[in-house]
């Protein structure tokens, strides 16, 4: 079977910084100038970077309360259907939904569905396994790991175009800038 697409799809492009500033800089002004679809990699944590790239906050902590929430109902429903409706026993002529009583088991379902949705949740939403990127296509991305600070506007943005976006990048301070490919 023969297409007329290309081999190589581009991914994105991608520059390259010498310093942590350097790089936070450049991201301020690559947000700054409406691309969305942005992602910086460096050999350290810089916690700004985080704060100006990812501007939208993630749905785990809802995931979590909400899985939470369910948990607690499980645990007291489980209890009410086992001590009021399939088993109910008069035991000294206690009632038989005493919620008091139900507290403890219900508590530790509510962490224990909490817990699993924390794991499992930010596995999923980080997109895990990924034994492949395409940045790691580009030779130069090697020394994230050592020295370097990269910074990648995907061809997914709204406002990507090939030769203008490295341009841009190229206008920020960058060491070099490089295509990305799929």
Not at 68 to 87: C, D, H, N, P, R
Not at 131 to 146: E, G, I, K, Q, T
Request: with cysteine; proline share 5%; glycine share 6%.
């Amino acid at each position: 079977m023969h297409t007329n697409e290309p081999t190589n799809r581009l991914h994105g492009v991608m520059a390259e910084f010498e310093s942590a500033q350097a790089v936070v800089d450049a991201a301020r002004k690559t947000m700054a100038q409406g691309f969305t679809r942005v992602e910086a990699y460096s050999p350290v944590p810089i916690e700004e970077l985080n704060d100006i790239i990812h501007q939208k906050r993630t749905k785990l902590a809802q995931i979590v309360l909400v899985a939470g929430l369910t948990g607690m109902a499980t645990g007291f429903a489980l209890q009410y259907w086992a001590s009021v409706i399939e088993y109910p026993m008069n035991i000294g002529g206690r009632p038989h939904a005493s919620w008091i009583t139900f507290i403890i088991p219900s508590y530790e379902l509510t962490i224990l569905f909490a817990a699993l949705s924390a794991a499992i949740g930010m596995i999923v939403l980080n997109g895990l396994p990924q034994p492949y990127h395409p940045v790691f296509n580009v030779d130069r991305f090697a020394m994230c790991s050592s020295d370097k600070f990269f910074l990648v506007v995907e061809s997914a943005d709204p406002k990507f175009d090939q030769q203008g976006t490295a341009e841009f990048l190229r206008s920020t301070g960058a060491m070099g800038v490089y295509d990305v490919d799929e």
